[in-house]
């Protein structure tokens, strides 16, 4: 059983698009997040959510909208999409904030043309 | 704001080496440090998890130690194999919550 999953595992759309990547996690954790893998392989984390509420909210653009119907379920719109939207996008989740281990989803690569 | 580097940024070892990685980072007031493997395409992969209070962990063949004070981490990989092969990533997190990725170090274990 897939402890952390996402999809699409690819997306692929035009400037201009509406898309959205779902995540889902089934070890009962509390908290989830997303990060961003660029081209030079960085990962920098987007947007921490505990118990369902906003937690971390880094420098991302307003196009970027994290929602989180339950604690099992993150979800990442992405509004007017731009070519430096391209990226690999990755879910994860931890038993609680900051102390524990980070469980990660396969990822999800987004390409903008 | 904590910042996290790697050495080397790329290594290439003989199959049965011993290797080290290297994980610095700015600001010793961490809450843990999380050591990750990352495969070509595939996702992130936990090896080992270092609380702050702890000095080292081990699990098989590899062995990660802390040395909060100097901001150092290293990970050691005994009688590497092809399938050591991957990209290793070391996290760090902090105060207010955050996680922090360094730049990764690209192994190759050559047969």
């Known amino acids: 059983d897939t402890a952390v999953s996402q999809t699409p595992k690819y997306l692929v759309t035009q400037m201009g698009n509406d898309k959205s990547i779902k995540c889902e996690q089934n070890l009962g954790h509390d908290t989830m997040y997303w990060y961003k893998q660029d081209s030079k392989k960085f990962l920098k984390i987007m947007f921490s959510y505990n118990n369902k509420e906003l937690i971390i909210n880094e420098t991302v653009p307003n196009r970027f909208s994290p929602k989180s119907p339950d604690k099992a379920h993150l979800n990442l719109h992405i509004n007017s999409l731009e070519l430096g939207d391209s990226a690999v996008y990755f879910c994860?989740?931890?038993?609680?904030?900051?102390?524990?281990?980070?469980?990660f989803g396969p990822g999800t690569r987004l390409t903008v043309t | 704001k904590q910042e996290v580097t790697q050495i080397p940024a790329a290594l290439s070892v003989p199959e049965g080496e011993n290797l080290v990685l290297n994980c610095s980072f700015t600001?010793?007031?961490?809450?843990?440090l999380q050591w990750f493997r990352q495969d070509p395409g595939k996702g992130l992969t936990s090896l080992l998890l270092i609380q702050s209070s702890q000095r080292e962990q081990t699990s098989g063949r590899l062995n990660a130690s802390l040395d909060k004070s100097s901001g150092r981490s290293t990970l050691y990989i005994a009688a590497s194999q092809p399938g050591d092969s991957a990209t290793y990533l070391c996290?760090?997190?902090?105060?207010?919550?955050?996680?922090?990725f360094g730049t990764g170090t690209s192994l190759t274990v050559i047969p």
């Open positions: 996290a760090v997190s902090s105060t207010g919550n955050q996680f922090y």
């Open positions: 994860a989740s931890s038993q609680d904030v900051a102390s524990y281990e980070q469980y």
């Open positions: 600001d010793s007031a961490i809450y843990n």
